[in-house]
Every structure is written in C-alpha cells, then in structure tokens.
C-alpha cells in the first residue's frame, strides 16, 4: 500500500504566473482534498474532490482550481499567483467524502516572489 | 460560524509532567472534532477523534458541549510526544476547520 504523495516538493515562482501541483491518493481512496497552510497557521481548507467532482469548496477565490483523474490523483491550480499564496499546500486522501480519517501528503512548498 | 481556537502556540513541559493542550470551538451544529499530530520532519496524521473515545499513545481527549472544549491530556509527558498538535473541527460541508496548532515542548 502506497501513501499520499505530492509533487513537486518546492517551488517557486513569480507573481502573476501560474502554478499546477499534483497528488496521489492512496491506494483505494477515492477522494482528495487540498489545503492551504500559511506559515505559523493551521492547514485552511481549499476544496474537495470525489469522484473526479468538486465536493465541497472553502472560502478560495475561482482561481484556485482542481482536477481529480479517473486514478483518482488529483491537481491544484492556481493562476495569477500572488505574493500571499505562499504556502504549505496539502492533499490528503480519504475512502468516501467522510472526513473521518484522511492521510495528508508531505506538502507542497510553494513561494511566490 | 466555524472556528477552532488553540490559545498557546507553545507548551513546553518536563517529562514526566501533565500535559494538556487546550482547544476550544464555535460550531452550531454537533461537533465532530479530532486531533491531528506532526513529528519532526513527518507528515500531519490523525491522533485521536472525540467519537471513538480512545486512547492513543497515552492521550486522551474529552469533548465538552457545554464548555465547548475538546482539550487534549496526557498524565506522564514523554520525549517521543514533542511535536505540533492541531485541533480540527468537522464543519459546514464535510470540511475540516484547524486550529493554528501548539507546539508541545517535552523537556527531559
């Protein structure tokens, strides 16, 4: 059984540019969510994946997007970066849409210059 | 609203000693609420969850309505437990709200 991975490890970028990262759910879970954590903060919920569906969306402006693939990886989008989505971004994967129990990936590392 | 609030970003104790991280929420509805933990250098992972009302390496967690608390315990602090300890609330929309976590310092 393999876990959730995420690539790439850092990044970085510059402002208004785009920006794609990537997650693979583990073995058997279908659904995937992505989150922002800010440095000094809790991980803050982006949106959620089942099914290769949005299931659910925090308060993130449209140009955060996403993708889930029928192997159930999924991707992050975001474009016109700006300085403040300088991040730790998390995927975690889960059986079902229940959030009872999601194993996180080891993040993104994402600056934004 | 929806908001998990952990009031001391650092909790440094000797080991041996009580710990007890607090963590208190706002949610109209019933609460589902979790503890997630991340060592040194490892990835966020679940600790405990208030429904199953377990015990895992020694912690314990008791959610209080009333209070509108779920602090976390353990009554004999080891090494092994520094780490940063985030609360997380099941929200509107089968999402998790975090707290901004607290660093749990074991001090041998």
Same mark, same amino acid.
């Given at each position: 059984e393999t876990g959730v991975t995420q690539s790439p490890t850092h990044l970085i970028k510059t402002r208004g540019q785009q920006v794609t990262l990537r997650c693979s759910s583990q073995s058997g879970h279908n659904t995937v969510s992505w989150y922002q954590q800010a440095l000094g903060q809790g991980p803050q919920f982006i949106f959620q994946y089942y099914r290769e569906e949005e299931n659910g969306r925090g308060n993130f402006p449209p140009r955060f997007s996403g993708l889930q693939? %029928? $192997? @159930?990886? #999924?991707?992050? $989008? =975001? $474009? &016109?970066?700006?300085? +403040? +989505? #300088?991040?730790? @971004?998390?995927c975690a994967s889960s059986q079902g849409t229940y959030v009872n129990e999601q194993f996180f990936g080891p993040g993104t590392r994402l600056t934004v210059l | 609203a929806q908001r998990v609030t952990q009031p001391e970003k650092l909790l440094s104790v000797f080991? /041996? &000693? %009580? =710990?007890?991280?607090?963590? $208190? @929420?706002s949610y109209s509805g019933s609460p589902e609420l979790f503890w997630y933990v991340q060592y040194s250098r490892q990835r966020l992972q679940l600790l405990l969850r208030h429904i199953s009302r377990e015990s895992i390496? /020694?912690?314990? &967690?008791d959610l209080n309505k009333g209070e509108t608390s779920f602090h976390l315990k353990k009554p004999f602090a080891q090494e092994e437990d520094s780490a940063m300890y985030y609360c997380a609330l099941k929200g509107y929309g089968n999402k998790l709200v975090f707290g901004a976590g607290t660093i749990l310092r074991v001090k041998s």
């Amino acid at each position: 059984e393999t876990g959730v991975t995420q690539s790439p490890t850092h990044l970085i970028k510059t402002r208004g540019q785009q920006v794609t990262l990537r997650c693979s759910s583990q073995s058997g879970h279908n659904t995937v969510s992505w989150y922002q954590q800010a440095l000094g903060q809790g991980p803050q919920f982006i949106f959620q994946y089942y099914r290769e569906e949005e299931n659910g969306r925090g308060n993130f402006p449209p140009r955060f997007s996403g993708l889930q693939f %029928p $192997n @159930y990886s #999924s991707e992050l $989008n =975001v $474009n &016109a970066l700006e300085l +403040d +989505d #300088s991040a730790l @971004y998390l995927c975690a994967s889960s059986q079902g849409t229940y959030v009872n129990e999601q194993f996180f990936g080891p993040g993104t590392r994402l600056t934004v210059l | 609203a929806q908001r998990v609030t952990q009031p001391e970003k650092l909790l440094s104790v000797f080991k /041996g &000693a %009580p =710990v007890e991280l607090k963590c $208190n @929420y706002s949610y109209s509805g019933s609460p589902e609420l979790f503890w997630y933990v991340q060592y040194s250098r490892q990835r966020l992972q679940l600790l405990l969850r208030h429904i199953s009302r377990e015990s895992i390496k /020694g912690f314990t &967690a008791d959610l209080n309505k009333g209070e509108t608390s779920f602090h976390l315990k353990k009554p004999f602090a080891q090494e092994e437990d520094s780490a940063m300890y985030y609360c997380a609330l099941k929200g509107y929309g089968n999402k998790l709200v975090f707290g901004a976590g607290t660093i749990l310092r074991v001090k041998s």
